[in-house]
Nanobody, 123 residues
Framework: QVQLVESGGGLVQAGGSLRLSCAAS????????MAWFRQAPGKVREFVAG????????HYSASVEGRFTISRDNAKNSGYLQMNSLKPEDTAAYYC????????????????WGQGTQVTVAS
């Protein structure tokens, strides 16, 4: 089992920045891809960004490409999502997912989820 804890969410003005963190504990000795998803009220959870195990390949949804950057530090069992130029439509609960894998550029969700961290962007 892997436990994930997100942090770094909050309230920010449009155009601002936030950095989310995802700390993993438990069975972290396996190599796995990880990703960030988000879910706004009344909407389905959607993929935001993903990164492979070595951290050499990243993918983004079209809505965040060029504004968000995903990274990871395997020595610290942590992942990050740097969010710049935030927009009101980025408002959502953000979730870290781990244990997944990539096939080509498609990220298959893993079994492990964090509890989520709320990001609210005011206009």
């Amino acid at each position: 089992q892997v436990q994930l804890v997100e942090s770094g969410g909050g309230l920010v003005q449009a155009g601002g920045s936030l950095r989310l963190s995802c700390a993993a504990s438990g069975r972290t000795n396996s190599s796995y891809a990880m990703a960030w998803f988000r879910q706004a009220p009344g909407k389905v959870r959607e993929f935001v960004a993903g990164i492979n195990w070595p951290g050499t390949s990243t993918h983004y949804s079209a809505s965040v490409e060029g504004r968000f950057t995903i990274s990871r530090d395997n020595a610290k069992n942590s992942g990050y999502l740097q969010m710049n130029s935030l927009k009101p439509e980025d408002t959502a609960a953000y979730y870290c997912n781990a244990g997944g894998y990539y096939s080509g550029s498609y990220y298959y969700r893993g079994d492990y989820w964090g509890q989520g961290t709320q990001v609210t962007v005011a206009s």
